[in-house]
C-alpha cells in the first residue's frame, strides 16, 4: 500500500537556492475534496532547465499529467502519513481535467539536494504568494531529520495550508490577521 509520510516547514529567506537540483512549473486542480481527508488531484507539470549541471535528461524537461489520489492514513499509522496512488495521464486528459474546477494552485517546484529524505520546495504563485513551504517526504515518521536554517515553523498537520485547502481558500482571501499570523 503507497504510504506518503511527509512533514512540511514555512520558509523564510532565499538560502535554499543554493540547493536545487530541479526545478518545474506546476497547476494542479481538486476534482473532489471531502472533510474525511480524501482528495481527487490532476497535476499539469512543466519541468525547467536549472541552468547548471542538471540530473535531467532531455525527455524529463517534456510537459507531464498525473492523477493523484489521496486517503486518510490507515488507523495504526502516524498522522503525517497518508495514503497516495499516483498515475501518468496523458497530457491532453490533464488539461482537459484541469478545465473542470476552478479550485487550483500554481507554483513553481524545486527539487532540493539535503539529506534525510526527499525534499522540495514550493514557491506559490497567483492568490498564494508569496507563500513558500518545503516539504520532505520520508521513510518511516520517526526518521531522524536535521532542518536546515530557513525552514522557521513546522506546519505539518495545518490542514488550512494543505494544497487542496489553498485552492479552495486561497492565501488572499485571508484575513491580514490570519497571514500576519502564518508569515510573520
Request: charged share 25%.
Amino acid at each position: 500500500m503507497p504510504l506518503e509520510i511527509e512533514r512540511r516547514f514555512l520558509v523564510s529567506g532565499q538560502a535554499w537556492r543554493s540547493r536545487v537540483r530541479w526545478q518545474a512549473r506546476l497547476r494542479q486542480g481538486y476534482l473532489v475534496r471531502s472533510s474525511d481527508g480524501l482528495t481527487l488531484r490532476v497535476r499539469l507539470s512543466q519541468p525547467e532547465a536549472t541552468g547548471g549541471p542538471s540530473s535531467c535528461g532531455a525527455s524529463e524537461l517534456l510537459p507531464q499529467g498525473w492523477l493523484t489520489l489521496k486517503l486518510p492514513p490507515p488507523q495504526e499509522a502516524d498522522p503525517i502519513a497518508r495514503l497516495e496512488f499516483e498515475y501518468p495521464i496523458p497530457l491532453g486528459d490533464a488539461e482537459a481535467l484541469l478545465a473542470l474546477t476552478d479550485r487550483q494552485v500554481a507554483k513553481r517546484r524545486y527539487g532540493l539536494d539535503l539529506p534525510g529524505g526527499d525534499w522540495v520546495l514550493d514557491v506559490f504563485e497567483g492568490a498564494n504568494a508569496p507563500l513558500v513551504l518545503a516539504e520532505v517526504e520520508l521513510p518511516c515518521a520517526d526518521h531522524p531529520l536535521r532542518l536546515p536554517p530557513w525552514c522557521v515553523r513546522e506546519l505539518s498537520g495545518r490542514h488550512e495550508l494543505s494544497n487542496a485547502a489553498l485552492a479552495e481558500r486561497p492565501l488572499e482571501l485571508w484575513s491580514e490577521t490570519e497571514r500576519r499570523e502564518l508569515l510573520g
